[in-house]
């Protein structure tokens, strides 16, 4: 049995979740004639903030196959490699507070963090052979990604439209419900294939929301 079944109903729009920041470098301790002056902050360049943003969410994408690849085969690191990705997720949503604030922050977190649990959650009933919860956590996880789509249109509704957003997610989706059956099933090529298709498609979604926050934040950024 497949991971989850494509989703009915309206088509979603397309690009792709997730955003994320380059956290601000603070100066070195200043030479001892001026000890008691003032530290200085220095704003990031763009390419900095851009980089910054891909090893966020290629970090995302990566703890989540070591996880699908751990939760597969039993393995004793799943537990540690569970915290690993979950943090993944504080640290998207730290990088986010240094422009929306540490609430805004917390709560992509929040979605964040129950987006893994539940993908969890469907990796856990698929390999069960339970079709009545992977039907459900399927359900809910496609919720829970429209839920993001929404919280960083609000964000900065003028450069990350809604539609683009939920079908970002979407593919983002899709890309890891392949990965994950293949996985199960012993498919080990295609899931290769899966993996490298699930980078592709994260990368520019963090370009996406990087360029969108350079653009709603000028003023934080220093040249290119």
Known sequence: MRVMSSRRGAPRPRIQSAFLCAAVAIAASMPAARA???????????????DAMRK?????????????????????????TTQR????????????????????GDALTALLKSHILLAADLV??????????????SRRWYANADSIAAFLHNANPQHWPLAALQSAMKVHLDQTAA?????????YAL????????????????????????AQFPQKFAGR
């Open 36 to 50: 008691n002056a003032a530290a200085t902050v220095a704003p990031p360049t763009r390419a900095a903030f851009h």
């Open 191 to 214: 899931d290769a294939q899966d993996y490298d298709q699930v980078v592709t498609h994260i990368l520019a979604m963090a370009d996406i929301l990087s360029d969108g926050i350079a």
């Open 124 to 137: 856990t009933a698929s390999k069960a052979g339970d079709q009545a919860k992977a039907a459900d956590a």
């Open 85 to 104: 990705l979950l943090q993944n997720q504080t640290d998207i949503g730290n990088a986010v507070a240094g422009f929306y604030g540490k609430p805004a």
């Open 56 to 80: 966020l969410w290629e970090d995302h994408v990566t703890w989540t196959r070591l996880y699908i690849v751990s939760a597969a085969a039993d393995l004793p690191d799943k537990d540690a």
């Open 179 to 187: 990965e994950a059956t293949h996985r199960l099933h012993g498919q």
